[in-house]
């Protein structure tokens, strides 16, 4: 869908704080723009600053303020030296993939008797089920660590529970007001927990359970005779799945993820040379955007389309060659994905631009029995990156519908469940993303309350695309210095943006449209000219051309092309200075 008018978005300057952002330049030696830009971001002081641009292990919060850390590292320590069955129970996202490859290969590694089970996302879906727990009856399992769910499954581990099953809990997921009958109950968005970060991804929460376990492990001797695991060589995992899940990469995150990228581009995990290879990107630096688009989405096909098992494989194994035959496998899922998400975007957005009731809609509740479950959750995020607006998306089969949603940061999506549980079956998740299951019947009185909902709790101006700007400068101010230091900002993403930045009155000198609708801009400003580009923008070109000066936001960065290393600007919107208004 092409939007026709400039700016595309409702632009916002982050305001700035002179004496603190002076102090940052010089205690650290910053740029003014990049201490304008960590104040935009809430880092007031030197010491967060620091903190901030050299991310390091030993920032690590204590694992054991986690609430119920201390119950949970005991029980699996007894279920080790018992030699007790246990059994790993996960979800089929990127995020409970690498929980379910993290634990099960550390107790795998110190030789405990450990299997694990990720439920069928269309025939079982998500969450804990009786059907497994019999399964693990039979097998004699006594210990079930569930990762990334579980907050929820009340009446399943109560079952557990009756047959002599124990049940762990390391789940990030809002917190229902019931709790389950398990062992310990591993969250920090319980509202008793003092560990100070509450962003974690479920792959973050098991991170520390293990430094946890490892701890009570070594002082209880354990490895007296034996060589002491080196959890850091987890983190590509803790990365991938906490960038996976869209968590925050802020505190503890931002630390797994800027140390396991490194390990991501050193490339020692089979599994992650193979998939660098399929996704022709074997030789290059993997950073968030890299592995958000190139390595996560087919780690997360699997689990869409076929099975989540295959993709713990690719993790676990230190075969290359098995490692090859398993990502060729996730391509093709990948693609698979692709075209089923391309077939049902294309049909929501054609039925949205046929109903002119849409266009006053807070949200949107749509639902079809020809949608893959698998991919829905996907084209839900795509619905709310079009029309910022939080958005649910049902498949339909034998009368039940599974959905998926997706919101916006101005509305907590599981919180707005809450008041239409009457009509569900069931519901979890957190703040931006949240599954249901729900009558067929009752979707259409969901929907009306749903959308009364957030018509009482959110803003028309929230339902706005915003661009935040964290500086307004100079074209000059942009040079390879100050390109430099904001890479050191990385890595990017939630919480944690790559910086916008805003030069006023420039002017055009040449365009042209290339490749798939892109917009390439060459601007000048200040006395100095740089190239730009604009993606899937090229149907501005004509306005452009009728004005003499123009207002950009857009992201400095070093382009690399046949070996040459040029200053580029990624634009996120442009204005006509009469249009635009910042505030």
């Known amino acids: 869908m092409n939007i026709t008018t400039l700016p595309t978005t409702q632009w916002k300057l982050n305001e700035s704080n002179g004496m603190i952002e002076d102090a940052l330049v010089r205690d650290l030696g910053l740029h003014p723009i990049i201490s304008q830009i960590l104040t935009s971001r809430q880092i007031m002081t030197s010491h967060e600053a620091f903190r901030y641009l050299y991310p390091s292990l030993n920032d690590l919060h204590n694992p054991f303020l986690i609430i119920d850390m201390h119950k949970g590292v005991q029980r699996l320590v007894n279920a080790i030296h018992g030699r007790e069955k246990t059994l790993i129970y996960g979800d089929y996202d990127v995020d409970g993939v690498t929980s379910v490859t993290l634990l099960y290969k550390f107790l795998q590694n110190i030789h405990h008797p450990v299997s694990y089970y990720i439920p069928d996302r269309v025939s079982e879906g998500y969450g804990l089920h009786n059907t497994a727990i019999e399964k693990m009856i039979a097998d004699n399992v006594s210990l079930i660590v569930t990762v990334d769910c579980g907050i929820s499954d009340y009446e399943q581990i109560a079952y557990a529970r009756t047959h002599g099953i124990d049940t762990i809990i390391l789940d990030h997921h809002e917190v229902p007001e019931n709790l389950p009958g398990a062992v310990a109950i591993i ?17 973050g929460i098991v991170f520390n359970f293990l430094i946890a376990l490892r701890s009570k492990l070594r002082a209880d001797g354990f490895w007296s005779e034996k060589k002491y695991p080196n959890l850091k060589e987890y983190l590509d995992l803790v990365a991938l799945g906490t960038i ?150 049902i498949s339909l089969k034998d009368g039940i519908g599974k959905g998926s949603g997706r919101s916006i940061p101005e509305f907590n999506i599981y919180q707005g469940l809450k008041k239409c549980d009457s009509l569900l079956l069931s519901y979890g998740g957190h703040r931006y993303a949240a599954g249901i299951s729900i009558k067929e019947e009752d979707v259409e009185d969901f929907a009306n309350l749903f959308e009364e909902v957030i018509r009482n709790e959110v803003n028309v101006t929230d339902l706005t695309i915003h661009t935040y700007i964290d500086a307004q400068c100079n074209l000059n101010d942009i040079n390879h210095d100050l390109i430099s230091q904001i890479n050191r900002l990385a890595p990017f993403g939630s919480k944690n943006p790559e910086p916008v930045l805003c030069v006023r009155n420039i002017s055009v000198t040449s365009q042209a449209v290339v490749g798939n609708n892109h917009l390439w801009l060459r601007v000048t400003g200040d006395g100095v000219s740089y190239r730009s580009i604009w993606f899937s923008k090229g149907h501005f070109i004509n306005q452009l051309s009728h004005h003499p000066t123009l207002d950009i936001a857009f992201t400095p960065q070093i382009n690399n092309w046949n070996g040459m290393f040029d200053i580029q600007l990624k634009m996120k919107d442009i204005a006509l200075p009469a249009n635009v208004s910042i505030r």
């Open 244 to 393: 996976g899940d869209i968590s925050p990469l802020i505190d503890e995150n931002r630390i797994f993820a800027k140390i396991g990228l490194d390990l991501m581009t050193e490339g020692k995990r089979a599994g992650l040379k193979a998939l660098k290879e399929i996704s022709g990107i074997e030789s290059q630096i993997v950073d968030s955007g890299k592995a958000s688009f190139c390595l996560i989405p087919r780690i997360n096909a699997a689990g869409r389309i076929a099975s989540a098992t295959e993709a713990v494989r690719l993790l676990l194994t230190e075969d290359i060659e098995e490692a090859r035959e398993i990502a060729r496998n996730l391509e093709a899922y990948n693609r698979k994905r692709q075209s089923l998400e391309k077939a049902i975007l294309s049909e929501i957005l054609g039925e949205i631009g046929e109903k002119s009731d849409f266009k006053n809609m807070n949200s949107f509740v749509l639902a079809s029995p020809r949608w893959h479950p698998g991919v829905i959750g996907i084209v839900a995020s795509r619905l709310v990156d079009i029309y910022c607006r939080p958005s649910i998306l």
């Open 187 to 203: 969250n920090p968005n319980r509202g008793e927990c003092k560990f100070p970060f509450k962003g974690l991804a479920a792959v």
